[in-house]
């Protein structure tokens, strides 16, 4: 079967940095997305990996290891608004997504 | 550029009434379309997939329907609903061609069945 995981929550301090961790088995591999989603809103895209390494985009960072089916989104200089949900997706061999549950991230001042 | 709107944004429904949710998407051409159910503190739940007019995919059997009568529109359906079919629906859309696949999202229907 197909299988994504993450940790349900996690809680990190302002202006610190926080890494959100997922594994997944999948039936192929067309890439990883991460999302964000705030509390009763729709999920927004933040990042997309394919190839093995680190892709920086701001205050945020995913890196993705094909052999060892991780990906970990980190986020740098936390901030109050960085409270949200962080969904982790992986698009299988029939470009379908296959979602993870979502990892609640609190932040606390 | 492309919006996706979906309707109503809120529902509370009788259980056994019937059930229609509207997506539209504009500023893009043959889109693949998707609703998903995400239930409180789940992750998102495929549900129906269409790459066309009248094309309809179907990922988990229950009581709900979906179609697609229009290249940019997407509908989800039941004729009876069910307690369990309470949850926060989202339409997304995304590019035809196969690849890289990014998903957008509608701002979501919030259902409530009593």
């Known amino acids: 079967g197909q299988n994504i995981d993450q940790p349900t929550e996690m809680t990190a301090t302002e202006g610190a940095i926080v890494q959100i961790n997922c594994t997944y088995q999948t039936s192929g591999f067309n890439g990883l997305f991460w999302y964000q989603q705030h509390a009763g809103e729709a999920p927004t895209f933040l990042s997309y990996?394919?190839l093995d390494g680190l892709e920086e985009k701001g205050r945020f960072s995913s890196f993705l290891s094909r052999s060892k089916g991780y990906s970990y989104l980190l986020l740098k200089e936390l901030q109050m608004k960085d409270s949200a949900s962080y969904l982790c997706a992986v698009m299988d061999s029939n470009y379908q997504l296959i979602w993870g549950a979502g990892t609640k991230l609190i932040i606390k001042p | 550029s492309q919006t996706i709107h979906q309707w109503p944004a809120t529902l509370v429904q009788p259980v056994g009434s019937p059930l229609s949710l509207e997506c539209t998407v504009e500023?893009?051409?043959?889109?693949?379309l998707y609703w998903y159910r995400q239930a409180a503190g789940r992750g998102l739940q495929l549900l129906f997939y269409?790459?066309?007019?009248?094309?309809i995919s179907s990922e988990v059997p229950q009581n709900l329907s979906a179609s697609r009568p229009q290249d940019r529109q997407f509908i989800l359906s039941s004729k009876k609903l069910l307690l369990s079919d309470s949850g926060f629906y989202l339409c997304a859309w995304s590019a035809l061609a196969g690849g890289y696949n990014e998903q957008f999202f509608g701002p979501g229907t919030r259902l409530t069945v009593l």
């Open positions: 500023g893009t051409s043959n889109p693949n």
């Open positions: 990996n394919v």
């Open positions: 269409s790459v066309g007019i009248g094309q």
